[in-house]
């Protein structure tokens, strides 16, 4: 086994996102019946990762988990033809997670949207990264214009 662990701090911002994702993921698996730290703890065991418990990807999960239900009800209104229930787990999360910085960071929304369809590429349902990308599309016209 390897014992060399894959250092946080050298994870590019995509590597980041998708270990956010994972994080995100693996709550919902269980429910949210396990505890952040306990998480984190697993995917540093598991892959050889570093990651602080203290670091901004941990606040990021958490915010989000905490917000869940404020999240789903941010983009509700703009699933036209479409049931909430209906919606894959990874197209849901990553819809929050791309809400969630689009309300709560300064990144630009194109980077936003980017990441969010490179993400449903990745792990969403098959062709989940069109419908992310219009959801999204709509919910930035829909927010007020940053100065």
Known sequence: MNEQLISFNALSQRDKRSLLFHLLYAAESYEYQTSIESLVDNLNRGFDFDIPMDSELVATATAIIEQRDTLDEQYKPLLTNWRFDRLGVPTKLILRYAIWELLNTNTAHTV?????????????????????????????????QKP
């Open 112 to 144: 936003i949207i980017n990441e969010a369809i490179e993400l449903a590429k990745s792990f969403g349902e098959k062709d989940s990264y069109k419908f992310i990308n219009g959801i999204l599309d709509e919910m930035i016209k829909k927010l007020p």
